[in-house]
């Protein structure tokens, strides 16, 4: 069951060959008998889970079920749950319990989805390999002395260890795609402004935006459609409902030009990276594409100017965590500077601690101008080349990740380093652009990942590319041996 | 060396909408505290603004009415800094997009003269929460209720040359947003809330001094005294051979004087930058014109007009028009009484004002109607009564007991007019006092006022005074 599909599971909770409930047990005991290994999960919700699977099972037995029905899912602990410890893998909400939902959390639930648990994270979403979280690392389900990636580490191996069919995630630099393309797996971030941020603890708000992990893209559709619904909570969600996903994928791959930009190519890559991708995209040559070669020239300057931007808004976005209304309050403070200090340094964590006094900096007076002004108007540039490249291409094709999965501990003493592993995924959020990466192939035994990157609100695009691409191709079936 | 106080004004202005300018909490005031913070204002995980479109409905009304330019594109700012009553750990404000810039505002100098004064800016912005520093022993409570209650904050020019004439302005200002409905301009409640930035320069010279922010001014009153002691402070520190420093200082008004609150070096680094969480205030012409359109008269309108059309002194327009119920009750009476406008003001300006003052009552509140007051004032013209004895039925009538008439009718107050009458009470006072009557003739003229008091006395009041003026005169000077 852990080996199907969403339309697979969907079908047959609307047949009635199973129900929410079994689907539901299956996946729980899943979790008590591998998650030891992986770690994917931080919070399990057994009791709720059933009783929302129940309730599911109700509704499909009077036929009243829809697409995402009696379906479980794992969600990111980013995203507050009313009633159900949210500590987004910080030491610093390890006892903060939401009184209220997440509008993502609300459209999942509205829609008849299981949730199974929250997933482990880094830090306020900043990291590349989940072992920023106060919650321990998470193991990469391929081979578990390597990262999953991150920040959505806990979501991509759970869906690649069967520990859920689907789960939520979120990305700002690459927190969805790096971690999916390290896992073997599929995931989306959808255009800057289709998924509300409400209720989404705020990393850095003008790239933040929540999606998807799934094995197939059309499991992404399935669930991306409540997902992107408008919400008036959040003054920079787009207004309009999305189109029908799962109706888009099944069209056509019709007059398709895909770009591949040279500048990603010219970068440091593992070899076995390069030929997956190559690959990848003479397959959908075969497949009636047209491919052309385009250019982001600013691609270089786009990992500078978002070390800049995001823990610019970081610093301010996490100001509020300072132990006086909820969250870690130090012990017995003596006065008010004391109680600010000690309940953050001690709930904060290293990566959280350098973003934040990198932000301010950037944003002191005397260095607004040098600094984050700047920083913006790289991002205006980038952003261009891209408007520019859609006038020539419909999407653009390129690694997801310039390498596999990279050791436990090998880059957590060189935070460049590690920054560096998001070089390809960055630019797509400085510029606000839809992008999906998908499984491609192997490179000794390790999962590669290709990403599509769209113009503003062209998800469904991607969807229709990367769903007939895994019609033709079999690499989103590979399943981890450990956990079969 | 003869010194000029150079004065501009910082005010917030509470907008009077329902909800707060970001969320959906109730602005009500004096409600238990942390009841109406909802997990917007508190700043929790995950929380977005969501901008209240009143709020830029109002501020436009303030910006229209003082003739400033409106940005069609204004953006909103976070002004960062850590204290326990700001819960998100920084401000929404507006920083170097502001929604309204220039414009100005026409005040009466101490001398009577009219002087306008210059708006530099006006902008949108949250307020923050209260530190309650005298509740718990060792602590302080912070009542989150007025966290993202909406402000407009408005910054003169350094036009303002005086404390009476800085008073003046606040006085106008807290009429014109009550005129426009846009706060209730109380300064005890904080709903208008005033910094002064003061510097003193010498007369003759155009390179104006360091200046000092005083914060901390709560009532008109405290505005003038606080300023008048910072120029004071100043002109002392100068001609003693120091230097102003350039610093925020708290008015305290028991022991009346400024004190310093923050130097220069602890100046605030607010590291401000756009909110990622808002989008641009979008101003077209269509809402300007509408804005526009819905604006009453304005105070300083309605004083000229006053001035023009009722020939009323600026002293007494000023008053009258001070907030629009007392002026529209004003006009109703004017409609209702052949009384000249400078008697309905006089009365509306002394007694009512006095009476009103002495019981905690607003001109909505005065327990005369608009009606009543103009029928008593009818009834002096006519004569009824006298001008002294109105006074008398102005009280009854304020304690309950009826309209002007049945006030005269029940306590017998008519004027006697009757001449004939009058005669015998004068004659039978003349020949009572024969020692004043040769003294008058004398030349004692100041005597006269004798004979007006027993006449008065044996009408209890009631004489007619001008007749007994008249026949008085007569009778006595034969």
């Not at chain 1, 690459?174 to 989404?200: D, E, H, N, W």
Request: with cysteine; net charge negative.
């Amino acid at each position: 069951m852990h080996r199907l599909t969403l339309s697979e599971l969907s079908r047959q909770l609307q047949n009635g060959d199973i129900t929410s409930r079994q689907l539901t047990e299956h996946f729980l005991s899943r979790i008590n008998q591998y998650d030891g290994n992986i770690n994917s999960y931080t919070t399990a919700t057994e009791q709720q889970a059933l009783a929302q699977a129940d309730h599911a099972d109700r509704l499909l037995q009077q036929n009243q079920g829809g697409p995402l029905t009696g379906i479980p899912f794992a969600h990111k602990d980013i995203f507050c749950t009313e009633g159900i410890k949210t500590a987004c893998g910080s030491k610093m909400l390890d006892n903060f319990v939401p009184p209220y939902d997440a509008t993502v959390t609300h459209y999942l639930q509205q829609a008849g989805a299981v949730l199974l648990g929250k997933t482990n994270m880094d830090e306020f979403a900043m990291g590349s390999s989940n072992e920023n979280s106060y919650y321990g690392p998470v193991s990469n389900p391929w081979d578990n002395q390597r990262v999953p990636g991150g920040s959505s580490g806990g979501s991509a191996a759970a869906v690649a260890a069967g520990l859920a069919p689907v789960a939520t995630g979120t990305d700002t630099g690459g927190s969805i795609r790096q971690p999916a393309a390290l896992c073997g797996v599929s995931g989306i971030k959808p255009t800057y402004g289709r998924v509300s941020r409400f209720g989404m603890i705020a990393f850095a708000s003008s790239l933040d935006q929540g999606g998807v992990i799934g094995k197939t893209a059309e499991c992404l559709a399935r669930m991306l459609q409540p997902m992107a619904q408008p919400d008036g909570k959040d003054s920079t969600c787009f207004t309009q409902p999305p189109e029908d996903y799962l109706q888009t994928i099944e069209r056509p791959m019709d007059n398709l030009t895909i770009g591949v930009p040279s500048e990603f190519f010219e970068s440091d890559m593992e070899q076995g990276v390069t030929d997956c991708v190559n690959q990848a995209i003479e397959d959908l040559q075969s497949m009636g594409a047209t491919v052309k070669s385009v250019s982001l020239p600013h691609t270089e300057a786009a990992l500078s100017a978002y070390y800049i931007i995001a823990p610019a808004e970081c610093s301010s976005n996490l100001a509020r965590y300072d132990g006086v209304r909820y969250g870690h309050r130090c012990n017995e403070p003596q006065d008010l500077q004391d109680l600010y200090k000690r309940s953050r340094s001690e709930g904060l964590g290293d990566e959280v601690k350098r973003r934040i006094m990198t932000g301010t900096y950037a944003l002191s007076a005397g260095y607004y101008d040098a600094y984050y002004l700047k920083a913006q108007k790289i991002r205006q540039l980038v952003k261009q080349d891209y408007v520019q490249a859609f006038n020539d291409v419909d999407c653009i094709v390129a690694p997801t990740t310039p390498a596999t999965a990279f050791e436990q501990g090998e880059k957590t003493q060189d935070p460049v380093a590690m920054y560096l592993s998001d070089m390809f995924t960055i630019p797509v959020n400085l510029a606000g652009l839809p992008a999906l990466s998908l499984p491609c192939g192997f490179n000794n035994g390790l999962p590669v990942g290709m990403q599509l990157i769209g113009t503003y609100f062209d998800e469904g695009r991607l969807l229709n590319i990367a769903h007939q691409y895994q019609q033709q191709t079999q690499w989103h079936q590979y399943f981890p041996e450990e956990y079969n | 060396m003869s010194w000029q106080p150079v004065i501009g004004l910082e005010i917030h202005v509470q907008l009077a909408t329902q909800s707060k300018i970001f969320s959906g909490a109730s602005t009500h005031y004096g409600s238990e505290p942390n009841t109406q913070a909802c997990p917007i204002d508190l700043g929790m995980p995950g929380v977005l603004p969501v901008l209240n479109e009143q709020v830029v409905r109002m501020a436009l009304k303030f910006g229209q009415s003082i003739g400033a330019h409106i940005s069609p594109y204004s953006t909103f700012a976070r002004k960062n800094y850590f204290y326990p009553d700001l819960p998100k750990g920084y401000q929404i404000s507006q920083y170097d997009q502001p929604l309204i810039e220039g414009g100005s505002i026409n005040i009466t100098t101490p001398e009577g003269d009219e002087k306008t004064v210059g708006i530099t800016r006006a902008h949108l912005e949250e307020d923050a929460g209260k530190s309650i520093h005298d509740v718990f022993p060792d602590k302080t409570g912070v009542d989150l209720n007025r966290a993202g209650t909406p402000l407009l904050e408005i910054v003169t020019e350094p036009d303002i040359a005086s404390a009476e004439e800085a008073s003046n302005f606040m006085k106008t200002l807290r009429a014109l947003v009550r005129y426009l409905d846009i706060s209730d301009g109380n300064l005890q409640e904080g709903s208008l809330r005033c910094d002064a930035n003061v510097s003193v320069k010498p007369k003759d010279s155009d390179r104006f001094g360091t200046r000092a922010e005083i914060k901390n001014v709560n009532s008109f009153r405290f505005v003038e005294k606080a300023i008048n002691y910072e120029i004071e402070r100043q002109i002392d520190v100068i001609e003693n051979g120091g230097e102003v420093e350039q610093e925020t200082r708290l008015y305290d008004p028991d022991k009346n004087e400024t004190r310093t609150m923050r130097g220069k070096e602890e100046a605030m680094d607010y590291r401000y930058f756009p909110d990622p969480d808002l989008l641009p205030i979008k101003v077209d012409q269509p809402l300007l014109d509408e804005i526009m359109a819905s604006l009453p008269e304005l105070p300083w309108e309605k004083r000229h007009r006053f001035q023009s059309e009722y020939a009323l002194s600026t002293y007494d327009a000023n008053l009258l028009t001070q907030n629009k119920p007392a002026a529209d009750y004003f006009e109703s009476v004017l409609t209702m009484t052949s009384a000249q406008p400078k008697q309905v003001a006089n009365w509306l300006n002394d007694e009512m004002a006095a009476a009103l003052n002495k019981d905690h009552l607003t001109i909505e509140q005065c327990p005369i109607s608009a009606e009543h007051l103009a029928g008593l004032l009818e009834r002096v013209v006519d004569e009824t009564i006298s001008g002294k004895i109105a006074k008398e039925v102005f009280e009854r009538m304020w304690n309950g007991e009826g309209d002007a008439d049945t006030v005269i009718a029940q306590q017998g107050l008519k004027q006697i007019s009757d001449s004939g009458e009058l005669e015998g009470i004068i004659d039978e006072v003349i020949a009572n006092h024969p020692q004043q009557v040769e003294q008058y003739q004398s030349g004692k003229t100041k005597v006269f006022g004798f004979f007006v008091g027993q006449v008065m006395k044996a009408t209890q009041g009631k004489a007619n005074p001008q007749q007994v003026n008249e026949l008085l005169e007569k009778k006595l000077n034969g």
